[in-house]
């Protein structure tokens, strides 16, 4: 507003004055559409990538399932060959020991995949996260509280140097 009283009033002074308020409006203008500019292409990349991580993990899994299915196929070739044997011509001792060869073909194929075996012996300490108690059986020379018998070895899944118990030891334990 023009200053009536003030009679070194310049009207120079408001023009200035009003340029560079438009100029700096301007400025603040072209900040704010560079500031959405890069917002914009910023929530893009982002999108990007996540649908990226999505079709890499989809990818990944994809290889993991297709590579076990092809370590397991192996084991698959076994179980053909020893059911296309003539029955009349094999023995029992032979049958068994197809079935044997069968069973360390898919062991040796899960120990490559980081599966382990949880075989606790007579004796062994008791473990709650890695075998499960399903009877009490007292044996002469074992502790109380102690692994009397494995009915069934448990497994675990060791991924990234991380070991997870998949199915505990079925155990008997000796009494307290």
């Not at 004055?17 to 500019?37: F, I």
């Not at 060869?101 to 949880?118: S, Y």
């Amino acid at each position: 507003m023009p200053d009536d009283t003030n009679p070194h009033h310049d009207l120079s002074d408001e023009v200035e004055s009003a340029s560079q308020l438009a100029d700096r409006v301007a400025k603040l203008e072209a900040d704010l559409a560079d500031a959405n500019n890069r917002y914009l292409r910023l929530a893009a990349d982002y999108q990007n990538s996540q649908r990226r991580s999505l079709q890499n993990e989809a990818h990944a899994k994809l290889q993991g399932m297709a590579a076990v299915t092809q370590s397991v196929l192996c084991v698959l070739d076994h179980f053909d060959l020893a059911l296309a044997i003539d029955p009349a011509k094999a023995s029992a001792a032979q049958v068994i020991d197809g079935v044997r060869v069968i069973r360390d073909e898919l062991m040796k194929t899960l120990i490559g995949h980081g599966v382990g075996t949880i075989l606790p012996r007579q004796g062994d300490p008791f473990e709650p996260g890695r075998h499960e108690a399903v009877m009490q059986q007292p044996v002469e020379g074992v502790a109380p509280g102690l692994v009397a018998s494995c009915f069934q070895p448990g497994y675990t899944l060791n991924v990234a140097g991380t070991e997870r118990v998949i199915r505990p030891a079925k155990v008997a334990v000796t009494p307290a």
